[in-house]
C-alpha cells in the first residue's frame, strides 16, 4: 500500500522544520540525513541488539520522492525511526498526534 500523501508531506514537513533543512539539492538531503542520524545516536539502542537507529541517504531519498518515477513505498520500519528522531514514540504516535490537530482545527473552523 502506498503511503497516504498528505500525511506523509505532513509529516516531511515535520522533520524539515524540526531539523531545520528545507531540502533542494543533493547535499541538503545529505545533510539532513546527517542531522537525522545524530539525533538518533542521542537517543540510544533500541532492538534485540540495543543498537542506535540511523537512517540512509537513500533512504531521505526515497521518503522526500527525490528521484523522478520513484514508486518505492517506505516501510513502517523507516517511517518509525524518523518519528522517533522528531520526539514522536512511533509513525502511528505521529498520526493520532496529526488526526487530533486535524479534529481540532475543523471544530474551530465552525466556530
Not at 527525490?66 to 514508486?71: A, D, I, Q, T
Request: positive net charge.
Amino acid at each position: 500500500m502506498k503511503n497516504p500523501p498528505a500525511e506523509l508531506c505532513k509529516f516531511r514537513k515535520a522533520i524539515e522544520d524540526e531539523f531545520k533543512v528545507h531540502p533542494e539539492t543533493k547535499q541538503d538531503y545529505i545533510t539532513l540525513a546527517h542531522k537525522i542520524n545524530e539525533k538518533l545516536k542521542t537517543l540510544g539502542g533500541r532492538g534485540e541488539y540495543n543498537k542506535a537507529e540511523s537512517i540512509s541517504e537513500e533512504t531521505i531519498y526515497k521518503v522526500w520522492e527525490y528521484r523522478k518515477n520513484n514508486e518505492a513505498i517506505v516501510s513502517p520500519k523507516t517511517l518509525g525511526i524518523l518519528a522517533r528522531s522528531i520526539d514522536y514514540l512511533s509513525w502511528g504516535d505521529f498520526m493520532t498526534h496529526i488526526c487530533k490537530e486535524s479534529t481540532f482545527q475543523a471544530i474551530h473552523h465552525l466556530r
